[in-house]
Protein backbone atom coordinates (compact mmCIF):
# COMPACT_ATOMS: atom_id res chain seq x y z
CA UNK A 1 0.00 0.00 0.00
CA UNK A 2 1.14 2.99 -0.93
CA UNK A 3 1.32 6.16 1.80
CA UNK A 4 -1.23 8.02 -0.59
CA UNK A 5 -3.73 4.70 0.11
CA UNK A 6 -2.83 4.62 3.98
CA UNK A 7 -3.63 8.03 4.37
CA UNK A 8 -7.23 7.70 2.36
CA UNK A 9 -7.91 4.64 4.33
CA UNK A 10 -6.59 6.44 7.60
CA UNK A 11 -9.39 9.07 7.11
CA UNK A 12 -11.90 7.11 5.93
CA UNK A 13 -11.67 5.19 9.49
CA UNK A 14 -11.68 8.56 10.92
CA UNK A 15 -14.73 9.40 9.51
CA UNK A 16 -16.89 6.19 9.70
CA UNK A 17 -16.03 6.47 13.85
CA UNK A 18 -16.94 10.06 13.73
CA UNK A 19 -19.92 9.65 12.65
CA UNK A 20 -20.88 6.55 14.34
CA UNK A 21 -20.54 8.06 17.63
CA UNK A 22 -22.65 11.70 16.22
CA UNK A 23 -19.78 13.50 15.33
CA UNK A 24 -18.81 15.78 13.05
CA UNK A 25 -15.98 14.09 10.97
CA UNK A 26 -14.65 17.41 10.17
CA UNK A 27 -13.90 18.01 13.53
CA UNK A 28 -11.30 15.55 13.89
CA UNK A 29 -7.71 16.75 12.53
CA UNK A 30 -5.31 13.87 11.49
CA UNK A 31 -1.60 14.36 12.53
CA UNK A 32 0.87 12.22 10.92
CA UNK A 33 3.42 11.17 13.17
CA UNK A 34 6.24 11.28 11.03
CA UNK A 35 9.42 10.34 13.20
CA UNK A 36 12.09 8.04 11.38
CA UNK A 37 10.37 9.53 7.60
CA UNK A 38 12.46 10.77 5.20
CA UNK A 39 11.78 14.12 3.60
CA UNK A 40 10.52 12.77 0.67
CA UNK A 41 8.05 10.63 2.62
CA UNK A 42 6.43 13.31 4.77
CA UNK A 43 5.61 15.07 1.44
CA UNK A 44 3.47 12.28 0.23
CA UNK A 45 1.82 12.08 3.43
CA UNK A 46 1.29 15.67 2.94
CA UNK A 47 0.49 15.82 -0.54
CA UNK A 48 -2.40 12.87 0.74
CA UNK A 49 -4.12 15.37 2.62
CA UNK A 50 -2.71 14.66 6.23
CA UNK A 51 -3.70 17.28 8.14
CA UNK A 52 -0.21 18.27 10.61
CA UNK A 53 3.08 16.61 10.67
CA UNK A 54 4.01 15.11 14.25
CA UNK A 55 7.49 14.97 14.75
CA UNK A 56 8.95 13.65 17.88
CA UNK A 57 12.58 14.46 17.86
CA UNK A 58 14.08 17.50 17.91
CA UNK A 59 17.76 17.16 15.82
CA UNK A 60 15.10 14.83 13.07
CA UNK A 61 12.29 18.36 13.16
CA UNK A 62 15.21 20.83 12.58
CA UNK A 63 16.94 18.33 9.93
CA UNK A 64 13.96 17.58 7.36
CA UNK A 65 12.88 21.26 8.46
CA UNK A 66 15.83 22.64 6.45
CA UNK A 67 14.78 20.42 3.38
CA UNK A 68 11.35 22.14 3.58
CA UNK A 69 9.00 18.29 4.22
CA UNK A 70 6.53 20.53 6.06
CA UNK A 71 5.96 23.05 3.42
CA UNK A 72 2.26 23.37 3.09
CA UNK A 73 1.44 21.62 6.46
CA UNK A 74 1.74 22.75 10.51
CA UNK A 75 4.23 21.40 12.75
CA UNK A 76 3.62 20.31 16.15
CA UNK A 77 5.76 18.68 17.82
CA UNK A 78 4.18 15.68 19.65
CA UNK A 79 7.49 13.99 21.38
CA UNK A 80 8.93 14.27 25.25
CA UNK A 81 10.21 17.94 24.99
CA UNK A 82 13.14 18.52 27.40
CA UNK A 83 13.82 21.61 28.91
CA UNK A 84 16.85 22.18 27.35
CA UNK A 85 15.79 21.90 23.55
CA UNK A 86 12.68 24.19 24.22
CA UNK A 87 14.38 26.79 22.32
CA UNK A 88 14.61 24.84 19.23
CA UNK A 89 10.95 24.03 19.21
CA UNK A 90 8.82 27.28 20.17
CA UNK A 91 8.24 29.01 17.69
CA UNK A 92 8.81 26.37 14.85
CA UNK A 93 6.52 23.93 16.11
CA UNK A 94 2.61 25.53 16.22
CA UNK A 95 1.35 23.36 19.25
CA UNK A 96 3.48 21.73 21.33
CA UNK A 97 1.71 18.14 22.34
CA UNK A 98 3.42 16.98 25.89
CA UNK A 99 3.63 19.96 28.19
CA UNK A 100 4.71 17.42 31.28
CA UNK A 101 5.42 19.47 34.39
CA UNK A 102 5.50 22.72 35.62
CA UNK A 103 9.34 23.37 34.88
CA UNK A 104 8.49 23.19 31.60
CA UNK A 105 5.78 24.84 31.21
CA UNK A 106 7.68 27.43 32.67
CA UNK A 107 10.88 27.33 30.32
CA UNK A 108 8.28 27.53 27.51
CA UNK A 109 6.41 30.80 28.54
CA UNK A 110 9.84 32.04 29.47
CA UNK A 111 11.21 31.58 25.82
CA UNK A 112 8.47 32.25 23.95
CA UNK A 113 8.39 35.86 25.81
CA UNK A 114 11.45 36.41 25.10
CA UNK A 115 11.04 36.11 21.56
CA UNK A 116 7.40 38.09 21.66
CA UNK A 117 5.59 34.94 21.35
CA UNK A 118 2.65 32.82 22.45
CA UNK A 119 3.06 29.13 22.63
CA UNK A 120 0.02 26.77 22.18
CA UNK A 121 0.61 23.64 24.43
CA UNK A 122 -1.31 20.88 24.76
CA UNK A 123 -1.19 19.45 28.92
CA UNK A 124 -0.20 15.62 28.99
CA UNK A 125 -1.99 13.31 31.49
CA UNK A 126 -0.69 10.16 32.44
CA UNK A 127 -4.14 9.06 32.46
CA UNK A 128 -3.03 5.41 32.74
CA UNK A 129 -1.41 6.66 36.37
CA UNK A 130 1.67 4.75 35.07
CA UNK A 131 5.27 4.89 37.01
CA UNK A 132 7.11 4.37 33.35
CA UNK A 133 4.91 7.37 31.95
CA UNK A 134 5.24 11.24 32.31
CA UNK A 135 2.75 13.76 32.59
CA UNK A 136 0.10 15.18 34.99
CA UNK A 137 -1.78 12.95 37.36
CA UNK A 138 -5.44 13.60 36.20
CA UNK A 139 -6.24 15.09 39.82
CA UNK A 140 -3.59 18.01 39.38
CA UNK A 141 -5.45 19.11 36.11
CA UNK A 142 -6.93 21.85 37.60
CA UNK A 143 -4.13 23.34 39.70
CA UNK A 144 -1.64 23.56 36.70
CA UNK A 145 -4.41 25.22 34.80
CA UNK A 146 -3.90 27.91 37.72
CA UNK A 147 -0.28 28.15 37.21
CA UNK A 148 -0.70 28.61 33.58
CA UNK A 149 -2.95 31.34 34.26
CA UNK A 150 0.39 33.29 35.37
CA UNK A 151 2.58 32.24 32.46
CA UNK A 152 1.98 34.97 29.55
CA UNK A 153 4.03 33.20 27.12
CA UNK A 154 2.29 30.04 26.83
CA UNK A 155 -1.90 29.34 26.13
CA UNK A 156 -2.92 25.77 27.03
CA UNK A 157 -4.85 24.68 24.39
CA UNK A 158 -6.13 21.33 25.25
CA UNK A 159 -5.03 17.66 27.01
CA UNK A 160 -3.00 14.99 25.44
CA UNK A 161 -2.90 11.29 26.69
CA UNK A 162 -0.83 7.85 25.43
CA UNK A 163 -3.08 5.21 27.27
CA UNK A 164 -1.13 1.94 28.39
CA UNK A 165 0.56 -0.43 25.95
CA UNK A 166 -2.76 -2.86 25.76
CA UNK A 167 -3.47 -6.00 23.60
CA UNK A 168 -6.60 -5.17 22.09
CA UNK A 169 -7.62 -1.46 21.25
CA UNK A 170 -10.92 -1.63 22.95
CA UNK A 171 -9.08 -2.05 26.07
CA UNK A 172 -8.11 1.76 25.83
CA UNK A 173 -11.91 2.73 25.56
CA UNK A 174 -12.31 3.70 29.16
CA UNK A 175 -8.94 5.55 29.32
CA UNK A 176 -9.75 7.69 26.16
CA UNK A 177 -13.38 7.82 28.20
CA UNK A 178 -11.63 9.24 31.36
CA UNK A 179 -9.81 12.02 29.09
CA UNK A 180 -13.08 12.99 27.21
CA UNK A 181 -14.53 13.55 31.11
CA UNK A 182 -11.13 15.30 32.24
CA UNK A 183 -11.38 17.57 29.24
CA UNK A 184 -14.72 18.61 29.14
CA UNK A 185 -14.74 18.81 32.84
CA UNK A 186 -11.72 21.26 33.10
CA UNK A 187 -12.91 23.27 30.16
CA UNK A 188 -16.15 24.66 32.21
CA UNK A 189 -13.82 26.68 34.46
CA UNK A 190 -12.41 29.73 32.91
CA UNK A 191 -8.98 30.40 33.57
CA UNK A 192 -6.37 33.24 31.76
CA UNK A 193 -4.35 31.45 29.18
CA UNK A 194 -6.19 28.25 28.77
CA UNK A 195 -8.87 27.83 25.81
CA UNK A 196 -10.04 24.13 25.89
CA UNK A 197 -9.81 23.02 22.10
CA UNK A 198 -7.65 19.70 21.43
CA UNK A 199 -7.80 16.70 22.76
CA UNK A 200 -4.59 14.52 21.60
CA UNK A 201 -5.01 10.55 21.53
CA UNK A 202 -5.26 7.34 19.61
CA UNK A 203 -2.35 6.18 17.43
CA UNK A 204 -2.36 3.44 14.36
CA UNK A 205 -3.73 0.95 16.64
CA UNK A 206 -6.61 2.89 18.60
CA UNK A 207 -7.60 5.99 16.77
CA UNK A 208 -10.89 4.84 16.30
CA UNK A 209 -11.55 4.36 19.83
CA UNK A 210 -9.95 7.70 20.45
CA UNK A 211 -12.68 9.42 17.76
CA UNK A 212 -15.24 7.25 19.39
CA UNK A 213 -14.58 9.18 22.87
CA UNK A 214 -14.10 12.69 21.33
CA UNK A 215 -10.25 13.22 20.07
CA UNK A 216 -9.97 15.51 17.42
CA UNK A 217 -6.33 15.40 17.07
CA UNK A 218 -5.18 11.98 16.27
CA UNK A 219 -1.39 11.40 16.44
CA UNK A 220 -1.16 8.38 13.66
CA UNK A 221 2.38 6.90 12.31
CA UNK A 222 3.03 3.29 11.60
CA UNK A 223 -0.84 2.90 9.29
CA UNK A 224 0.53 5.89 6.91
CA UNK A 225 3.73 4.77 6.56
CA UNK A 226 4.46 0.94 7.55
CA UNK A 227 6.21 -0.47 10.65
CA UNK A 228 9.53 1.77 11.61
CA UNK A 229 12.94 0.64 11.07
CA UNK A 230 14.64 0.76 14.45
CA UNK A 231 17.52 -1.69 13.38
CA UNK A 232 19.41 1.43 11.20
C1 LIG B 1 5.10 7.51 17.23
C2 LIG B 1 4.03 8.20 17.93
C3 LIG B 1 2.69 8.09 17.53
C4 LIG B 1 2.26 7.21 16.39
O1 LIG B 1 2.38 5.86 16.73
P1 LIG B 1 1.89 4.71 15.72
O2 LIG B 1 1.55 3.58 16.59
O3 LIG B 1 3.03 4.44 14.80
O4 LIG B 1 0.72 5.25 14.99
C5 LIG B 1 1.75 8.83 18.21
N1 LIG B 1 2.07 9.60 19.24
C6 LIG B 1 3.33 9.74 19.67
C7 LIG B 1 3.63 10.63 20.82
C8 LIG B 1 4.34 9.02 19.03
O5 LIG B 1 5.59 9.13 19.48
Not at 4 to 32: C, F, M, W, Y
Not at 60 to 85: C, D, S, T, V
Not at 97 to 117: F, K, M, P, Q
Amino acid sequence: MSIAENVAAVKAGIRAAAVAAGRDPASVQLVAATKMNDADRVRQAIAAGVDICGENRVQEMLEKNRQGAYEGAPLHFIGHLQKNKVKQVVGLASLIHGADSRELLEVISRTALNRGLVQDVLLEVNIGEEASKSGFRPEEIPGVLEYVSTLPGLRVRGLMAIPPICAFPEENRPFFCRMEKLFVDNGEKKYDNVSMDFLSMGMSGDYTEAVACGANLVRVGTAIFGARDYSK
